[in-house]
């Protein structure tokens, strides 16, 4: 599998004005040098992957497929990286922090920062510098919005010095932590393009000596030591989290991603293992978000 993501851009366009995305059935180690220089990434997902270029690579992906028995071309797709993203990546502040994109000019102070939510509050003083890709993670949804406060909640009840950020996509939560004062995080994603858009943006923030990018299974990965766990997921792998003995390891947890037909049975397993919630946010009563310490 390769993966690639851009350069800090010095335009103050993104990266990508088009996406031209191909589905694969089936997987195969893939070397960027089988591809033309517009080739981005690829995202795998169970037995599919997606391959991303910005210039049209039909012809290529083509002919490649005819040389591995194993793959086939499903589909082909062409959209604007604002559609692929769900929206134009621009500025916002969400509480303490200013979440802006590399190809946003930061001289420029006539330029509109809109808010992640009317409710949430504060300057904005700890810049964090995020260049999604074609990673979904740009800060915006409810919630990784959510994270972010409840990421507040946690430092400013209990100093965690060490964290854990399981399903890290961009990074967005591990940065956060740092900015905070976590001296160390381990920012964990199964997908390598998220793992090496993590690192990226890691490397943007200059925080490389605080925070690490690895890939690994979220499930395999929780008995890491850390004081605080993050964990924004799909409910399946979270159930798997909550039942291991590295939660109970955690000082602290915050869980996320859960819908609202996932949240009472996820608060019970909680309280089964001994753990209590202290804090909670729902977005539209639909997207939960629990802040936790031990007992």
């Known amino acids: 599998m390769a993966t690639s993501i851009n350069e800090d851009a010095p335009s103050s366009t993104p990266p990508y004005s088009q996406l031209y995305i191909y589905h694969l059935s089936g997987s195969l180690p893939l070397n960027r040098d089988q591809f033309s220089e517009s080739f981005i990434g690829t995202w795998e997902e169970e037995d599919t992957s997606f391959l991303f270029f910005s210039k049209p690579a039909e012809e290529i992906v083509t002919q490649w497929v005819s040389q591995h028995p194993g793959v086939s071309l499903l589909d082909g797709y062409q959209m604007s990286y604002e559609q692929w993203q769900g929206g134009a990546v621009t500025s916002y502040t969400a509480g303490r922090f200013h979440v802006q994109p590399p190809w946003e000019d930061t001289e420029d102070a006539s330029r509109p920062t809109r808010r992640a939510h009317p409710s949430i509050s504060g300057g904005g003083n700890l810049p964090i510098l995020l260049d999604p ?120 947890y915050i869980l996320s991603g859960i819908l609202r037909s996932q949240a009472r049975e996820l608060e019970f397993r909680v309280a089964e293992r001994r753990r209590r919630v202290i804090s909670k946010w729902d977005h539209e009563n639909t997207w939960f978000t629990f802040y936790g310490q031990t007992a």
């Open 133 to 252: 890709g074609v990673v979904f993670g740009t800060g915006t949804h409810p919630t990784t919005r959510d994270c972010l406060t409840a990421l507040e909640t946690a430092f400013a009840q209990k100093e965690a010095t060490t964290v854990l950020d399981l399903g890290t996509g961009t990074g967005l939560l591990a940065i956060a932590a740092a900015r905070l004062g976590a001296r160390r995080t381990i920012a964990v994603d199964l997908n390598l393009l998220a793992v090496q858009t993590a690192a990226e943006n890691i490397r943007r923030n200059s925080l490389e000596h605080r925070i690490m990018a690895v890939q690994g299974r979220a499930e395999e990965m929780v008995s890491l030591s850390a004081d605080l766990l993050i964990a924004n997921i799909h409910y399946d792998v979270m159930q798997h989290i909550v039942a291991s003995d590295g939660f109970l390891q955690k000082r602290g």
